[in-house]
Antibody, heavy 117, light 107 residues
Framework: EVQLVESGGGLVQRGGSLRLSCVAS????????MHWVRQAPGKGLVWVSR????????SYADTVKGRFTISRDNAKNTLFLEMNSLRVEDTAVYYC??????????WGQGTLVTVSS | EIVLTQSPAFQSVTPKETVTITCRAS??????LHWYQQKPNQSPKLLIK???QSFSGVPSRFSGSGSGTDFILTINSLEAEDAATYYC?????????FGQGTKVEIK
């Protein structure tokens, strides 16, 4: 059974930093693209970032480029999202998701990030 | 950025009815269009990939069609458990984008 379990969310002040983690199981982690997708309270889904299986190819939404960094540790089946210079508008549930290519085949349960002013 | 516009935004439907949700792309995305279901307080789940391919384990009452700029998600014989918000998503070009969602309520 595929499982993705996020952690690391919480309350942080504007300008602060957080590091999210996503532990994967039930599939060959290193073969899969991994993504972060976020959802502000009561709003729709927004793609944030993606990383290929080898960890060499990354992409970011313009709204987070230069502030967020996606990375992975294939030995530990773990995906990360380092978030710096956080803004109030970054407040959202952050989901990790996986797929051999597009689309997002499996999703975690999400972790809530709240940025206070 | 490719904009996806879903319609309707909200639909109230009786069980066993057929539901159709439309997703229109601002430019051609070929068949790079996927559909997700998100129930309240749950994470999204993939239903349909590449416009018409059912994802593993998805009930056969869910189907998708379309290509280019116009796509449809059809739910045949709606069941109570299908109450959810449905999103389309394009992977044709970065940044990947989602439609704004269609909330389906069961009468």
């Amino acid at each position: 059974e595929v499982q993705l379990v996020e952690s690391g969310g919480g309350l942080v002040q504007r300008g602060g930093s957080l590091r999210l983690s996503c532990v994967a199981s039930g599939f060959t982690f290193s073969n899969y693209w991994m993504h972060w997708v976020r959802q502000a309270p009561g709003k729709g889904l927004v793609w944030v970032s993606r990383l290929n299986g080898e960890g060499a190819s990354t992409s970011y939404a313009d709204t987070v480029k230069g502030r967020f960094t996606i990375s992975r540790d294939n030995a530990k089946n773990t995906l990360f999202l380092e978030m710096n210079s956080l803004r109030v508008e970054d407040t959202a549930v952050y989901y990790c998701a996986s797929g051999l290519g597009p689309p997002f085949e499996y999703w975690g349960q999400g972790t809530l990030v709240t940025v206070s002013s | 950025e490719i904009v996806l516009t879903q319609s309707p935004a909200f639909q109230s439907v009786t069980p066993k009815e057929t539901v159709t949700i439309t997703c229109r792309a601002s430019q051609s995305i070929r068949s790079s269009l996927h559909w997700y279901q998100q129930k309240p307080n749950q994470s999204p789940k993939l239903l349909i990939k590449y416009a018409s391919q059912s994802f593993s384990g998805v009930p056969s009452r869910f189907s998708g069609s379309g290509s280019g700029t116009d796509f449809i998600l059809t739910i045949n014989s709606l069941e109570a458990e299908d109450a959810a918000t449905y999103y389309c998503h394009q992977s044709s070009s970065l940044p990947w984008t989602f439609g704004q969602g269609t909330k389906v309520e069961i009468k």
